[in-house]
């Protein structure tokens, strides 16, 4: 699956998504200017309402897709309440988008541990000092509790907060979407059944 004008969806489709799907990112990472591992997170609210944003993949194999965020966050509190979510990777360089929709599940401590200890240090003294999703009196606040958790960290490493931590969705569909001339876009979507996958093609 390699070439935005290859017609990559005339051939026979590759029995493995998320091979296809890290060939893609591959690509990608070689043409998008910023952050070709961003997508667009859904989640739904306990009242039914739905949201979205965008966050960074920092995983990905035959699990699903992985990404971190602070629990107490309103996604974090969303997808505990209601563990299942879809994203779409978009990559306007290459003409071609991702959507994913399945299940959630939690991250083990031992994963998130890993992870954490990968970032900046600036960034894991971030994580204490943001209150993420919370209401902010102004921008000294946050550069307060920064300095505060700076302070407290000045020496040793910087552990991860017990309320920080990971999720990856387990797919259940995921769609490849090519653009075509004319609008008659190319989409091919993958459906897990029975522990493998089953293909159908799309109208455009």
Known sequence: MSGKEAGMFDRQPPADPI???????????????????????ATVA????????MVLLKG????GFTFFTNLES??????????????VF????????????????????????????????????????SLQSRPLKGRFELEKRVAEYALKFAVGKVPRPPYWSGFRIA?????????????????LVYHR????????????
Do not use: C
């Not at 059944?193 to 293909?199: C, L």
């Open 90 to 129: 978009h990559w306007k360089s290459l003409a071609r988008q991702v959507r994913i929709e399945g299940p959630v599940v939690q991250v083990d401590d031992a994963e998130a541990d890993a992870y954490f200890d990968s970032r900046p240090r600036e960034s894991r003294i971030g994580a204490w000092a």
């Open 19 to 41: 091979a296809a799907f890290k060939d893609w990112l591959d690509e990608a990472g070689a043409s998008e200017p910023n952050d070709p591992n961003a997508m667009a997170l």
């Open 171 to 187: 797919p259940l569909r995921i769609e490849f979407w090519q653009q075509g001339r004319f609008r008659l876009h190319d989409r």
């Open 193 to 204: 059944e029975d522990g493998g996958w089953r293909t159908e093609r799309l109208f455009p």
């Open 74 to 87: 309103r996604k974090g509190q969303h997808l505990r309440a209601n563990p299942k979510a879809a994203a």
């Open 60 to 63: 990905v194999d035959e699990r």
């Open 46 to 53: 306990p009242d039914g309402m739905p949201a979205v944003r």
